[in-house]
């Protein structure tokens, strides 16, 4: 993309203009930052911004001592590497098929995935069908229900249709491939760029997601990081029982907020390092000379 | 093309149907299940009362709240273990806790119902789930087991097992309450002395200080005499002193219970109410921003800054979390802050009448489909003896808690830590401990507060005591209308409130009838009919 | 015939379906008999066959309402906003991601933009509180500092919207701009090269290649956007929204959680969810044919 060296006054208003967001996006994250490494006086006075008044590392050092909370960590990385690979893998299969223009029964088919997007039985017909499967307090259940988003695989057909040149698939029809070559010589490794951004999609996804698990899990080992930090957030709003813990609350803590800020941060910050790292993935296939005209 | 458009509009038809049916078949087979299971609860009840030989499972409903210590699960700890041994191991029963994540317990609950996968002992703060359980004819009649099975449970729960009767049939066994004292207010003695005031004792004197607070801006630019936010610690004692009439007839009559609450709508004097806060907004002594301050932390933030001159509260909430507590924070902020218990607000008879809770706790039930009724109630009859009280309330003594002033007090060691770090989920059947009298108890609850603030602490618990009604009033079961519309009903009700408060004065009148109005037409008037007509049938 | 001979000699491509149309048929079809709960007086003991047929009792009660409508109104009202705010908001910031000339700041700056997408509602609305409140948030305390009277953005109907909707921008914004940042790196660079040697400017170079470039993507988005314009989150209308614009944030997602605990909850909620499907599925279903007619681009 670069060619001149030319500083145009465009560039100034564009690099100022994406320097204003960024600082917008970046204030909130700060703010929660901040409050994970302040003291409990200055947060409950509103004192904090964006930067931390009272400095401590306390919060964090309950926070990695916690057995549970790494070991939950460790799991959802587990879950998130095998549910990304399958998702994709499930996701590609069915984009390619339907990304054939002449597939016989495309519109049938693509009908059928779109009706899914609308419809569904909701939660107890979903709850019945995996007690059914045996899925319950099973890893699976945090995997197969969600193995193909119809919105992302759409964005794959579209994306495989769009960029694939015609020109090269039939070149290749004629040396003899087949589909599934097809799929794998040509059209995967010009895919980086969608095949990136669909695994970032899914994982992060996961990543966050634990409604599911909140009521298909019941083994506490089972449990997304998420989910055991949306215990943690929501569970110390509801008053009427600590008000009942009464005197019982002279050993039980209630929950700090700059604990709360250390968990967000700590459940957050590992997913948010997977784009950077996929980022040299958004390379466009085709400047590797393939196709003339 | 036109025929495979047939061919596969066909197979989509058929898939659907086949989906229809599997499902259909499904849920039929989950349903003869239930079928079976409740025809054998009654062999399985004839069989236990001979002393049953085989071991069985009972299963526990426990809240997750995501805080188990390391090494420990909510399921599985050093309780559970005391509970097993203790109780389990005794009657032959292996004891197996579920965790129910607290915050989506009653969907949770729901979608196991549905399944017959609830466990067999299950609890909710919410009445109207109960209730709503028991009208889908989903909950076991303990009335009979309890009789049977359960003397020290019904000693126990003498004053609250009532509240688990709905129509004449027991279908939860609900906790006792012991501290009832419901909300509490502080004033800044600091202000009062600046102004050579004393603290106030009637509404008068009250709205004359906020009115110094503010002419003298005690508190800086911002000061904010009343600290007034969009919940019910906030309003509710300021309405109910407004209320002339009190009997229980205009109660049954002319309030209207949205929640767990009781709110005095159609009585007399609830418009004044409004019109005194709606003079108090338009005078500048409440937080302008106050109708956004959902979760209530601004009015505390205010509080703790400094601002506010008059501060109310979920009792004992101000004072909680030790050396971390807002009033802690409060003199740690503001130099020479210092706070009193205050009662601001009296009625036409000089009195507080201040809302206090129901002594009622959590309602615990036994789902239909459950054949482990009688397990379930031998379960919470053990657990009403005075050493299992203690046992799990406080553990061992010299281990998990020292004896001050002759009260165990938990000494925060990691034993303590790791046996009691969720007592009050544990031990169901009372909320709160009780030491025999309310000085007793009192005095126990000041221990966990800070010692300089031990005093105020129960002084402010006491001074929630006094002329505290008890809400809200009862039928003899939950009302139908009022379960449907207790989520709107709130939200008209807080819509009346806020923009009568806010209106301008010479508008009030009308923006309050207008909003009265919408509330009457969305469901009120539906709620009043319902509750009349219980009324008439109850005389 | 024809049929035939293709089915065989493309084999492959039906076998790679047939995993993921097993997926669908057992994970989103089976539990489809769920729906049924939308016509009856659903008894959670009972379950979904034995409860008691009600046929069209259910949707008679939810239309009969004028709360039903209000949240309908509001939810085209909020999503209408975001189509034409939300929808073009990602596709310039990718452009003009694509435009910076560090490398390093854009990948820095990318990561940067997307950190919102990762924060709850939960806590977003406390931020919006602190950020908008009338009186004392701080873009006010800002504004009476400079003379300018308190901006009601909170409390006020109609600028709620707009607080709504830049909250909404701000905080989807960031994530959304990646698919189209992978779209562009699909646009061949000798394009570009070819444009700058006739002199073209870098605005017409983006309007002349960039952006059609990337029409696929965009059609195809906005016809799956055009599909949920009837469907509409929880958390942002709920948290961001408060008493007093009640009339504008009340939308079919908050409706649904105000039926409460009632034992008509559940038909109730998925009366009001079929309702939002069929319609929904119409929408796109519409979205997608005047798209095809128009620009020969679609999703089914």
């Known amino acids: 993309m670069q060619r001149t060296s030319k500083f145009s006054l465009f560039d100034i208003i564009n690099t100022l203009f994406i320097v204003f967001c960024v600082i917008l996006c970046l204030a909130p994250f700060l703010h929660i930052l901040s409050v994970s490494l302040s003291s409990n006086a200055p947060i409950m006075s509103g004192k904090v911004t964006i930067y931390p008044i009272d400095m401590n590392f306390d919060a964090y050092a309950r926070v990695f001592s916690d057995a549970t909370m790494i070991r939950s960590l460790i799991f959802t990385i587990i879950l998130t590497v095998i549910f990304t690979g399958a998702a994709m893998v499930m996701t590609t299969m069915a984009a390619y098929s339907l990304s054939i223009n002449n597939l016989k029964g495309k519109q049938l088919f693509m009908f059928i995935i779109v009706f899914t997007m609308f419809f569904s039985g909701g939660l107890i017909p979903e709850y019945l069908l995996m007690k059914d499967l045996k899925l319950l307090d099973n890893i699976l259940v945090l995997i197969l229900p969600g193995l193909i988003s119809p919105f992302y695989m759409i964005i794959m057909v579209t994306f495989f249709r769009s960029t694939i040149p015609e020109s090269l698939n039939e070149a290749a029809e004629i040396d003899g491939c087949s589909d599934f070559g097809k799929l794998f010589r040509i059209v995967l490794p010009l895919s980086l760029p969608v095949i990136a951004t669909l695994s970032l999609f899914y994982a992060v996804g996961r990543w966050n997601g634990f409604r599911d698990a909140l009521f298909y899990i019941t083994d506490q080992n089972l449990y997304p990081l998420q989910q055991k930090l949306y215990q943690m957030v929501m569970n110390n709003m509801i008053s009427e029982v600590t008000l009942s813990e009464g005197a019982n609350a002279i050993a039980a803590e209630y929950m700090p907020e700059s604990l709360k800020a250390a968990s967000i941060m700590f459940a957050t910050v590992p997913i948010l390092i997977v784009y950077p790292w996929l980022q040299r993935y958004f390379v466009s296939g085709l400047t590797l000379g393939s196709v003339k005209g | ?539 | 015939m024809i049929r035939k001979n293709y089915v065989f000699k493309h084999w492959q491509l039906y076998v790679m379906l047939i995993l993921p149309m097993a997926y669908f048929i057992v994970f989103k079809y089976m539990p489809i008999y769920g729906v049924q709960i939308a016509f009856k007086d659903f008894n959670v003991f009972k379950g979904i066959s034995a409860s008691e047929w009600v046929g069209l009792e259910v949707f008679k009660d939810i239309f009969s309402q004028k709360g039903f409508y209000v949240a309908l109104r509001n939810t085209f009202m909020l999503n209408g906003l975001d189509l034409v705010i939300g929808f073009p908001a990602p596709i310039i910031l990718a452009i003009c991601l694509n435009e910076l000339r560090f490398q390093k700041f854009k990948k820095i700056a990318q990561t940067m933009l997307y950190l919102p997408h990762f924060i709850s509602w939960v806590i977003i609305g406390g931020i919006v509180y602190q950020v908008f409140a009338t009186n004392y948030g701080m873009i006010n305390l800002l504004l009476e500092n400079i003379g300018i009277g308190p901006i009601p953005f909170l409390s006020e109907k109609s600028a709620w919207l707009a607080t709504y909707t830049s909250v909404g921008v701000w905080q989807s914004v960031g994530w959304g701009s990646i698919i189209y940042l992978a779209a562009i790196t699909g646009i061949n660079k000798e394009l570009y090269e070819a444009a700058e040697v006739d002199g073209a400017s870098r605005l017409r170079r983006i309007w002349h290649i960039t952006i059609p470039g990337i029409r696929t993507t965009i059609i195809v988005l906005f016809i799956l956007k055009i599909g949920d314009m009837v469907d509409i989150g929880f958390d942002r209308p709920f948290i961001i929204g408060n008493v007093m614009v009640r009339e504008y944030s009340d939308v079919l997602s908050t409706y649904i959680y105000r039926i409460g605990l009632q034992s008509g909850q559940f038909s109730t909620a998925t009366a009001v969810g079929l309702f939002q499907a069929v319609v929904g599925l119409v929408f796109i279903l519409t979205a997608n044919y005047v798209s095809k007619k128009t620009t020969d681009e679609g999703i089914i």
């Open chain 2, 1 to 539: 093309m036109k025929a495979l458009k047939r061919v596969g509009s066909l197979l989509f038809t058929v898939t659907l149907c086949f989906a229809l049916i599997a499902g259909c078949s499904s849920n039929s087979s989950s349903n003869s299940n239930k079928g079976s299971s409740s025809s054998s609860t009654n062999n399985n009840q004839g069989s236990s009362n001979s002393g049953s030989k085989e071991r069985v499972t009972l299963k526990i409903e426990v809240f997750d709240r995501g805080n188990a210590p390391e090494g420990l699960t909510v399921t599985n700890n050093l309780m559970t273990q005391y509970i097993q041994e203790n109780f389990g191991d005794p009657n032959n029963i292996d004891v197996e806790f579920v965790a129910i994540p607290r915050s989506e317990e009653i969907n949770s609950l729901n979608v196991q119902m549905a399944a017959g996968t609830a466990p067999d002992l299950i609890f909710t703060y919410n009445e109207g789930a109960a209730y709503s359980w028991a009208q889908q004819g989903g909950l076991t009649d303990l009335g009979p087991i309890v009789d049977e099975h359960g003397p020290n449970l019904k000693e126990y729960l003498a004053n609250s097992l009532q509240y688990g009767v709905f129509e004449g049939t027991q279908y939860a066994v609900v906790a006792r309450r012991v501290n009832l004292q419901k909300y509490s207010s502080l004033i800044r003695k600091d202000w009062l002395d600046q102004l050579g005031l004393p603290v106030p004792t009637t509404t008068e004197e009250t709205y004359e200080a906020l009115k110094a607070f503010k002419e003298n801006n005690l508190g800086g630019q911002r000061t904010i005499p009343f600290g007034f936010a969009l919940s019910p610690d906030s309003y509710e004692p300021v309405i109910w002193s407004f209320i002339n009439e009190q009997s229980d007839e205009a109660r049954y009559l002319r309030s209207i219970t949205i929640g767990s609450r009781e709110y005095p709508i159609l009585m007399d004097g609830h418009k004044d109410a409004l019109q005194f806060l709606n003079k108090l907004y338009s005078e500048g002594l409440l937080d302008p921003d106050f109708a956004l301050d959902k979760d209530k932390k601004k009015k505390e933030e205010n509080f703790v800054n400094g601002y506010t001159g008059i501060y109310s509260f979920d009792t004992g909430q101000v004072f909680g979390n030790g050396e971390n507590s807002g009033v802690m924070t409060l003199e740690g902020n503001v130099e020479g802050a210092e706070v009193v218990p205050v009662l601001p607000w009296t009625d036409f008879e000089g009195k507080s009448r201040q809302p206090a809770y129901n002594p009622s706790g959590m309602y615990i039930m036994v789902p239909t489909f459950s054949e482990r009724a009688v397990e379930a109630i031998k379960y919470l009859n053990w657990m009403a003896q005075d050493e299992v009280i203690q046992y799990m309330s406080f553990g061992e003594v010299g281990v998990h808690h020292d004896v001050v002033n002759g009260y165990p007090v938990r000494n925060s060691s990691e034993e303590d830590q790791k046996l009691l770090f969720n007592p009050g989920d544990m031990l169901i059947i009372t909320n709160g401990i009780d030491f025999g009298s309310s000085e007793k108890n009192n005095e126990y609850m000041a221990l966990s507060v800070v010692e300089k603030h031990r005093d105020l602490a129960t002084l402010s618990r006491e001074y929630s005591d006094k002329d505290a009604v008890s809400q809200p009033i009862r039928f003899e079961k939950p009302l139908d209308s009022e379960a449907k519309y207790s989520v709107i009903m709130l939200e008209k009700y807080e819509e009346l409130l806020v923009k009568s408060i806010m209106a301008k004065p010479d508008s009030f009148d009308q923006t309050y009838e207008v909003a009265l109005k919408d509330f009457m037409d969305t469901a009120g008037t539906e709620v009043i009919q319902e509750r009349t007509a219980m009324y008439e049938a109850m005389k």
